[in-house]
């Protein structure tokens, strides 16, 4: 198995995807698995990488954040991320991550690698963290904000075989984001896609109110992607907020360090339980390989969970087991 990296994107690039394939192969001694470090070879030479399954592949150009996705890609052939997106489609490694640009790592995986025959708009799907510590797929939370009621079929399926073969949980509850958990509610796309749901080959109960997404009580949501964007901007932005408010508060006052002192434990606890970190990258699901979006601040650790999360969906043949569903 090969990886390609795009180790020039993301706000702490290279540095934070050296440290995290670094690592990623450290707790892998004795795997036979490759990793293609691509950017600029200077850069990463300088890092001193030791383990021989790493190999570096230059590349001298970088699509930033600023850059227009669909037109970075087109232009900037010589891009880290349009490099290992060609390493991928040509066969000389079996998936892709990054954390760069989204809009322009979803434009590589459509437009590079390729989509997957009869799935016709791609998903954007991370893992959000719930209270029972297991994690829910959301899909799409971005790549497609106009979808169709046969697009949110494709995404139930997609999210259903990643959480049972990637997540390992066995029958994933699915469940379509709605405003109401009866099965009228809504507007025209979820009152046509719940008939659909219904029949399709998968575990689907029903809909799922954005306050319950977080509970635990399912394992796959779906939804289009202006609503799940908005869900997704939520939430990291609630519990934000939260951490923030809670150590203004412990540090007001004498007391209150000491509270904190005591509970410094479950705190640390709860922090690591909400951290985007543990749950590696998103996945854009529909593409012909698997192609992890790491989240863009990520560290060394949170892109080696990133580069595990696509070790597994290469192990598990993912996309086959999708092409399959489909059928």
């Known amino acids: ?30 795997e036979k698995i ?33 850059d227009e996705p669909v037109r970075a890609v087109r232009r900037k052939k010589d891009s880290s991320l349009v490099v290992a997106a060609n390493l991928v489609k040509s066969g000389a490694a079996d998936a892709l991550v990054s954390a760069g640009n989204t809009g322009a790592v979803m434009t590589a995986g459509l437009f590079v690698i390729g989509r997957i025959p009869g799935v016709e708009r791609p998903a954007l799907a991370p893992t959000f963290p719930t209270r029972n510590g297991k994690g829910v797929v959301i899909l799409d939370v971005g790549a497609n904000p106009d979808a169709k009621a046969e697009h949110l079929l494709d995404y139930a399926i997609m999210g ?13 509850r699915v469940a379509l984001l709605n405003i109401g958990s009866e099965a009228g509610k809504g507007n025209a796309l979820t009152k046509e896609t719940y008939p659909l749901l219904e029949t399709a080959p ?9 306050r319950e997404a977080m509970s635990g009580e399912v394992d796959v949501i779906v939804t289009e992607g202006f609503a799940g964007n908005i869900l997704l901007k939520s939430t990291e932005g609630a519990a ?7 150590k203004e508060q412990f540090m007001s006052s004498f007391i209150s360090k000491v509270a904190a002192l005591i509970l410094k434990p479950k705190l640390k606890a709860m922090k690591q339980l ?12 529909g593409i012909k390989a698997p192609v992890i979006k790491a989240h ?24 086959e087991r999708i092409i399959s569903a489909k059928a």
């Open 160 to 172: 259903s075989v990643y959480a049972e073969q990637v997540r390992g949980i066995e029958r994933p």
């Open 240 to 246: 934000s907020m939260i951490m923030g408010v809670m």
């Open 202 to 210: 998968i575990h689907f109960v029903g809909n799922v109110e954005a």
């Open 274 to 285: 909400l951290a985007y970190e543990e749950y590696g990258g998103a996945g854009l699901f």
């Open 296 to 319: 863009g601040s990520s560290n060394g650790y949170a892109f080696s969970r990133a580069l595990a999360q696509a070790e597994r969906m290469v192990e598990q043949n993912v996309v």
């Open 34 to 66: 490759g990793i293609r470090l691509v950017g600029d070879e200077l850069k990463l030479r300088s890092y001193n990488i030791e383990d021989p399954r790493v190999e570096i592949v230059h590349a001298g150009e970088v699509i930033t954040g600023e």
């Open 1 to 30: 198995m090969i990886l390609a990296v795009d180790a020039m994107g993301g706000d702490n690039a290279p540095k934070a995807m050296v440290e995290g394939v670094v690592q990623f192969l450290a707790e892998r001694p004795n």
